[in-house]
């Protein structure tokens, strides 16, 4: 009785995964020699994304900068008045601290690394 199971039905799977396996180190090689043969253009300066992202940025700081200091007011009565712990206040903080302070963040440790 055959009830349409192939026998090599595993056999196809495997060979499906690893088609797609090597058709994926296939596109990281291209991806690479492509890096290796025109770094400036993988590697791009001033592009239209980075201006706009910097942009972005700006402006959404700018906004969440008040709302963030109400949060750190609220966070720190909260923790007052016991209704959290301190730990969530502080953990709270800090990723306030983090958010605000990324640019700084980064241009602090690629200055280490020489970047």
């Known amino acids: 009785m055959n009830q349409g199971i192939s026998i090599d039905a595993g ?11 090597v058709g994926s180190v296939l596109w990281m090689m291209v991806g690479c020699l492509f890096a290796a043969i025109a770094p400036e253009l993988v ?5 239209p994304f980075t201006t706009g992202a ?11 900068t008040p709302i963030a200091v109400v949060a750190v007011m609220a966070l720190g009565a909260a923790a007052w008045f016991n209704k959290i712990s301190w730990g969530w206040a502080v953990a709270g903080i800090v990723g306030i601290c983090l958010v605000f302070g990324a640019q700084q963040i980064v241009t602090w440790i690629r200055g ?4």
């Open 112 to 115: 280490m690394f020489g970047v």
């Open 43 to 47: 590697f791009a300066g001033a592009s």
């Open 54 to 64: 910097t942009a972005a940025s700006t402006n959404l700081l700018a906004i969440l």
């Open 11 to 21: 056999l196809t799977r495997k060979k499906d995964r690893r088609q797609r396996f």
